[in-house]
């Protein structure tokens, strides 16, 4: 089964069982795996393409997304006319992207061994291990950014390993394209610039020249999203990371951290909403068999420049993990932020199988593969390791107790805002009016003349304190876990 064509119509098959996702009935399209804060990016692309401006609601202008992929979704938003065509046609773009990012890596690890034979096995194995990967799926298929971030940072390396000095403008436009995806990954042009301008050879000329043209042209691919952060909100952030900040020393979130970074180092091992501790005993034993592995396999790697890439990306993320842990509360989405560090598994283990154990490789691969074909068959019912999304009951209370032309607030307004029109986030990822009222929302709503809140109990309890009757807001109905509230007395 090592043979590579076999790898390779494996990978194929199941590239094209992803596709499926779009093909799904339309009550299945709007459950998982697209996330609560996807739901922002895609209200956001939807109101762009119908004409409201960078906008949630339609009035409220908004810098809470990431920019790039959000654009693309704009398309898919402007060339089709109804919402179930839309989201299908969303689909299709996430695949589309996922597949490129299963061919770049392909190809990386390809490289990335020095046997010619071995390379050939590795290729269609990385392709395969990274359409396979259990946590690809629940971060590909959100609505977010993160399956083309990780597609543009592949792209960087592939740049980088063919000699990007030879052609620094386009090094600078995929630097520039990256931090669109993501603007984090600012850090890494910082970091991959002052590398490369210290690193010995060439000349000191060449290398300002070279460095020069990549971070100039990075920073005026990225800038216009810098200057509409800065010109229409007072700074370059965007209000989803000041909704997110909480500067503490907070043991739980290192040790949040620590289990992030152990899952982006064997994505092919995650159980979602229902990780418990044999699955991070079970990851813990893959991480040290790599570890073996990486050591008996040390010498049929090839060394530069990949190697060195590797190294750059470890570089800027130890400072994010670093700040991310330092800075962001919202610890259950460090395993989002720090996915790029799961480009190196995918390019060297596959590399190192391929090289030393081709047959366990390949049984791994389709192991893996099998898999993903299990989660993806479950999608098609809205099951799955990922669980079914909560906030359709939020969407259903508000469907029963509230009037169409009434506004409702909702600190997670994603998939309600949505589904219905009039919704105003209150926590302030996508709404950054909110962020001035933080710890005064029941004042903001009185101000906005907003009658109607519900979420959960935590963020009821944030924003309209433990006895919401003391503020005004009466308890009208729950559902699960959600709670809707009416303001009273006015």
């Known amino acids: 089964m090592a043979h590579p064509l076999r790898i390779a119509g494996a990978a194929l098959a199941l590239a094209f069982f992803y596709l499926g996702l779009a093909l799904r009935p339309f009550d299945a399209l709007l459950a998982m795996p697209i996330a609560e804060d996807g739901w922002y990016a895609l209200t956001v692309a939807r109101n762009v393409a119908d004409g409201n401006g960078i906008t949630i609601d339609g009035t409220v202008w908004t810098n809470g997304f990431q920019p790039l992929f959000t654009a693309l979704q704009v398309l898919c938003f402007w060339l089709v006319p109804t919402p179930e065509s839309e989201l299908r046609l969303f689909y299709g773009l996430a695949w589309l992207v996922h597949c490129a990012g299963a061919l770049l890596v392909a190809s990386l690890a390809r490289d990335a061994v020095r046997d010619r034979t071995s390379g050939a096995l590795a290729a269609p194995l990385a392709a395969l291990l990274y359409l396979a990967a259990i946590k690809n799926f629940n971060d590909f298929y959100t609505g977010l950014e993160t399956g083309l971030q990780l597609a543009l940072y592949a792209l960087v390396w592939r740049l980088y390993a063919n000699d990007w000095r030879a052609r620094p403008a386009l090094m600078g436009l995929a630097l520039g394209a990256l931090v669109l995806a993501r603007i984090d990954a600012a850090v890494f042009v910082a970091v991959f610039c002052a590398a490369e301008f210290l690193r010995g050879s060439p000349s000191w000329a060449v290398r ?52 992030a970074l152990r899952v982006v180092a064997m994505p092919w091992l995650f159980a979602g909403a229902h990780e418990a501790l044999w699955t991070d ?73 391929a090289a030393r154990l081709p047959r366990a490789g ?88 907003i009658r109607w809140f519900v979420d959960s109990d935590w963020y009821v309890e944030i924003n309209l304190g433990l006895d919401p009757a003391a503020v005004g807001w009466q308890l009208v109905a729950e559902n699960g876990d959600f709670y809707l509230y009416r303001r009273v007395g006015r």
């Open 362 to 449: 390949a049984a791994i691969g389709i192991a893996a593969a099998l898999g993903a074909a299990v989660l993806l068959a479950g999608a098609w019912q809205s099951l799955g390791l990922f669980g079914a999304s909560a906030h359709h009951r939020q969407a259903a209370l508000v469907a029963e107790h509230v009037p169409p032309e009434d506004v409702v607030a909702a600190g997670q307004s994603g998939t309600l805002g949505f589904l219905r029109d009039r919704v105003v986030n209150v926590d302030g990822k996508v709404n950054p009016e909110a962020l001035k009222w933080r710890g005064r929302i029941p004042d903001y709503l009185d101000a906005r003349g």
């Open 281 to 353: 005993l079970a990851r813990v034993a893959a991480l040290v068999g790599v570890g073996a592995l990486v050591w008996r396999t040390r010498g049929l790697v090839r060394p530069s420049p990949l190697l060195r890439f590797a190294g750059l990306l470890l570089l800027c993320y130890a400072g994010l993990v670093v700040y991310y842990t330092r800075t962001f509360f919202a610890d259950w989405f460090y395993i989002r932020y720090f996915a790029p560090l799961s480009l190196i598994a995918f390019v060297y283990l596959p590399a190192l199988l």
């Open 208 to 259: 300002f020249r070279t460095c020069f043209v990549a971070g100039a042209l990075a920073v005026l691919v990225s800038g216009p999203w810098w200057l509409y952060n800065t010109l229409l909100f007072g700074h370059p952030m965007p209000s989803s990371g000041f909704a997110q900040q909480d500067a503490v020393f907070d043991v739980e979130r290192i040790w949040t951290a620590l289990w």
